[in-house]
């Protein structure tokens, strides 16, 4: 089960036009996933099981990382 946390899927939800809290349901982790692969969308976007593990590397580690750093690999991959 993938669990993105709860400060990010307020982000996601905001950004999908959802408005309850807590955590993505299966409905909404398909959208997103829809969202990050769609051909509207850039190249070489992660897609939802890369954003959740990417995410929890980002908030665990022992330095707040904005952002502005992590939102490009997002989008990209690759970090270009």
């Not at 299966?26 to 939802?48: T, W």
């Amino acid at each position: 089960m993938i669990t993105i946390p709860s400060a990010i899927a307020s982000l996601l939800r905001f950004r999908l036009g959802l408005i309850k809290s807590g955590p993505l349901t299966n409905r909404e982790i398909e959208k997103l996933n829809a969202f990050l692969l769609s051909d509207g969308g850039l190249e070489n976007a992660m897609d939802v099981s890369t954003l959740d593990g990417f995410l929890c590397a980002v908030l665990s580690g022992p330095n707040v990382i904005m952002p502005s750093e992590w939102m490009r690999w997002v989008w990209d991959v690759y970090g270009r």
